[in-house]
């Protein structure tokens, strides 16, 4: 079975400084690695994704994202936040990327 | 190009009563799956289709719950009788069958689903 892990349920922070939403992560086999952001009466966007290569995942909007397979985890970070980065981000797992499990979400509030 | 559209945006029904969600994906995309997120809890997989074909209902929690894509377009998922456990926000989500864009899902808005 696979699982996420995401422990916080809310992440607040300052505009301008640096950003880290963290999730762990339990697959059998390597994993495919993704976070997603839910911006407010939205769908899910895609953020990023670990597949393999280069531990260090750049994405969309300035986020990045390190894999880290001894300590199985893939946490999201940003080195620095904006307010229109307030959103309800999600971390995936998959060992087939074709049945994504999903974390319960961390509600990420920047502020000025 | 439009995205994932579901419908109907909110639904209020009774216990007992049925409800159909429709999802339309992508054009072009012939993977379509359902995920459902209760009480805020995590968004749980429901099932996955490739064209016509489910190739993972591993997820659909019961026999109530009942997912078509006739034609390979767009799909629904009936739910009959609903309990008040079904309540939650039902998402669809499509993607391209491109291995280099494995598991990049486009997601709708989401149905939510209330139970009374």
């Known amino acids: 079975a696979q699982s996420v892990a995401q422990p916080e349920d809310q992440v607040n922070v300052a505009e301008g400084n640096p950003l880290t939403v963290k999730c762990t992560y339990s697959v059998s086999g390597n994993p495919y690695l993704f976070w997603y952001v839910q911006y407010p009466n939205r769908g899910l966007q895609f953020l990023l994704k670990y597949i393999t290569g280069d531990n260090l995942v750049k994405g969309s909007y300035g986020f990045e994202a390190e894999f880290n397979k001894s300590q199985t985890s893939f946490h999201l970070k940003k080195p620095s936040a904006l307010v229109s980065d307030s959103a309800l981000y999600f971390c995936?797992?998959?060992?087939?990327?074709?049945?994504?499990?999903f974390g319960t979400g961390t509600r990420l509030q920047v502020t000025l | 190009e439009a995205g994932v559209t579901q419908f109907p945006s909110h639904s209020v029904i009774e216990k007992g009563q049925t409800v159909t969600l429709r999802c339309d994906p992508i054009s072009g995309h012939d993977n379509l799956y359902w995920y459902r997120r209760v009480m805020g809890k995590e968004i749980k997989f429901l099932l996955h289709f490739v064209k016509e074909s489910k190739q993972d209902e591993s997820g659909m929690p019961n026999n109530r719950f009942l997912a078509e894509r006739t034609g390979g377009t767009y799909s629904t998922l009936k739910v009959q009788p609903a309990e008040l456990e079904d309540s939650g926000v039902y998402f669809c989500?499509?993607?391209?069958?491109?291995?280099?864009?494995?598991?990049?899902?486009?997601f709708g808005e989401g149905s939510r689903l209330t139970v009374l």
């Open positions: 989500a499509s993607s391209q069958d491109l291995r280099e864009r494995a598991g990049e899902l486009f």
């Open positions: 995936a797992v998959s060992g087939t990327a074709s049945k994504l499990t």
